[in-house]
């Protein structure tokens, strides 16, 4: 098992300031630490554009403190590990991120993150902060069957909306643009995950869920909720061909489309596999007549030490291509 | 233990050739690979530029196949898993990024990849390839005490030379200029690393080294060469309070030196420990009076899934952070 009680921290309840106050530390040109524990952009928005906030358990990182920035997320509410932020927390990051031109709340589909945004927007309303809208994110196909999309939860598949969305609202498009951008990627996008390993809570030092040495579980979430079920270990192309045609059937990608890929990095597995899975996804999207726009291979939602990946894909247009190559200045997604 | 035996490849004797395949189909707008296994930058660089190659064993992803780009190396000359490329394959690498102003071969020091640079540069001269220079890079403090730099090892560190070198080719300094440049990061950046877990070959299937439930090493090399000792496992804190001094002493870092900050990530480490851990590295510099220029947190150079890390500082002048934010774009390394 390659689970990983010993982790380098301080004490289990100074977790989050201690990492808050490391991560501003590191990138004081990108990020600004506020005193309530909110991580804002240095450099604010100009007036009239559209705020983008985000709250999220921790222990995900570099997600989504590191998708702060410019062409990015104005300001992100960062919970304790895998805890969602309270309401009144959601609200100061709601008003941090006000520049006169509306609020759109970005929320990944977890029970804890939806009902906290609803309540938090009813603050707001009470409190005569608007306009606020709140767009509700998914793409995990293996957590609701299709026909049930809003079900399915949200995982690194939604970097795509991240992405795409933050440049968009650079441009200084609308409120109610904004947020039907977001559910046009959200609609484009299908992720299947993987996992090899579990990995230990840093706060209780157990073991997330238990994982036979030469099995693998399909479909699982970024917590370790439950998927299609476990499989025996098999090569990368095999697992590939396992998960692919999957992907391809849910949304469905067709001939003649382009997509953008994503092979997230769960925790700890290495660039070398992840490459050799690549190899085989754009080998079977070739296959399909499925054009390959550009690809991300990396940890940009991670269940700590976790070994497993998420795959994602999503159509694109040319408007969407476009936000995609456009700047952005996180601390940890620069210059895509 | 945390080791991982179970890992998503095709078959072991393909590793390689199935990763730079894979490698390449995820970034076609960056790198290609040729029909001798180099990564080569997809748009050359201009004629008349010095052209830079490195050669390393592979297994340390996104070392260096990922630092192949504009800004960056020209030529990466990619090894079997852990093994030094062959003479003639570098001399193919330094052949392809010839542009008419020389080439410059860099040498993470380990004794397999200097032998075979030395055997290069010998064939070069043979067949009239010129002008060639080689600069042996090092940076490791655990592997051999001051007064012996040049016999140290090459290290994450390493990568503050790759990004500025690459940056200074980029502007059409000459042969000899580039290699006083290499020299002159080299001589200002210390590293020191620190293993909470071994890892398991790819090959072999096997774990690389033993380490207790209980214990770290503090100065082990990227491939588990021994480092300075064994240590209980301490907080975060304590292990920044243990490794700093050794490294702002080695230089020595002084009171008003500026410094660059990297926390290299072997393989598993969360980064909600590397951010933790940054938190008190930047403490202590501030207490020293040392100036924290940036800041870089992620997996540069790994091996495999080894818990660790390693905390290297670079010494700074104007023109070095100039280089420093200089343009880049590399599959993972871009617009730093």
Redesign the interface.
């Known amino acids: 098992m ?10 289990r309840q100074t ?1 989050l300031r ?6 501003a ?3 004081p ?1 990108v990020v600004r630490l506020t005193d309530d524990g909110l991580i804002v952009r240095a450099r604010p928005k100009s007036a009239g554009k559209v705020g983008l906030v985000i709250g999220n358990g ?2 995900h ?2 997600a989504m403190i ?1 998708l702060v920035g410019e062409g990015l997320f104005d300001v992100n509410v960062p919970g304790e590990i895998f805890t969602a932020p309270g309401p009144e927390r959601i609200v100061a990051g709601i008003k941090a991120a006000d520049y006169g031109a509306g609020v759109l709340l970005c929320v990944s589909h977890h029970a804890g993150d939806l009902m906290n945004a609803e309540i938090a927007l009813e603050l707001c309303q009470a409190e005569g902060i608007e306009p606020v809208e709140m767009v509700v994110l998914y793409d995990d196909i293996s957590s609701a069957p299709k026909g049930n999309e809003p079900e399915r939860r949200g995982t690194a598949g939604l970097f795509f909306v991240w992405k795409m969305l933050g440049a968009y609202a650079e441009t200084g498009a609308s409120l109610a643009d904004c947020k039907r951008m977001a559910e046009a990627i959200r609609d484009n996008t299908r992720t299947l995950a993987l996992a ?2 579990s990995c230990a809570s ?1 706060i209780t030092g157990e073991t997330m869920f238990e994982m036979p ?2 099995e ?1 579980e399909i479909g699982m979430g970024v917590h370790g909720e439950v998927g299609i079920g476990r499989h025996k ?1 098999v ?3 095999e ?1 590939i061909d396992l998960m692919l045609p999957r992907l391809l059937e849910d949304l469905p990608f067709n001939t003649g489309d382009e997509v953008l ?1 994503l092979l997230n990095n769960s ?17 079977r999207l070739a296959q399909a007549g499925i054009r ?1 726009y ?2 991300w ?3 940009y939602a ?1 269940t ?2 976790m ?1 497993g990946f998420a795959l994602s894909l999503c159509r694109v247009n040319a408007r969407m291509k476009y936000l995609w190559d456009a ?1 952005a ?1 996180g601390a ?1 997604l ?3």
Chains 1, 2 share one sequence.
């Open positions: 390659a689970v990983r009680k010993k982790k380098l921290i301080n004490q977790i201690d990492m808050l106050a490391g991560f530390s590191a990138y040109d921790s222990g990182e570099p590191g090899l390993t840093p040495d030469d693998m270990v090569s990368a192309d697992t890929v925790g700890s597995m290495t660039l070398m596999e992840l490459y050799i899975l690549h190899r085989r996804v754009a080998e390959h550009k690809s291979i990396g940890p991670t700590q030490e070994a700047p200045n940890f620069k210059g895509v």
